[in-house]
């Protein structure tokens, strides 16, 4: 296994989203002695997730089923998480995810619209076998200046 595994959902790389899953995923994997996470960008993988045989797409999915902790993380789009996040994890099999850890981390305009899709995320996770971890992280983008502070509190607060 290759320890933590942080993805980014969001269309765009390097968005504010990003950067909060990076900090969650980092401040998790300080607590735990873990070496710094592997980060998948799923906007990076482009028309790759529609093309069969595509080695980004392969070594994502890879990643995800080698890992034994992952930060996923996706914007609110349309009440749910993005459409290119589900295209990533519906290439993974039924139950690829089994007995991996999964924090869900989403970012919203206002917290209900945020809770809302978190349990949406929640729910596709465990669909896919993984033990989702309680509670997951919704955060509103106005918060998302404290993206650092917010991991932090977050990590060391979880109770494993």
Known sequence: MTG????SGNPRPS??????????????????????PTVIEVGTLGAGLLTPGDEA??????ALTEAHLLVIATPTYKGSYTGVL??????LSAQALAGKLAV???????????????ALLRQLLVELGAIAVRP?????EADLGESEAIAQKYAAALDW
């Open 104 to 118: 869900p981390v989403v970012t919203a305009g206002v917290a209900p619209q945020a809770a809302g899709a978190e």
């Open 136 to 140: 997951g992280l919704p955060v509103v």
């Open 57 to 62: 797409t392969k070594a994502a999915v890879a």
């Open 4 to 7: 933590i595994v942080v993805v």
């Open 15 to 36: 968005s504010r989203t990003s950067a909060l899953a990076v900090a969650v995923g980092a401040a998790i994997a300080a607590r735990l002695g873990s070496p710094e």
């Open 86 to 91: 589900k295209v990533l994890l519906d290439q």
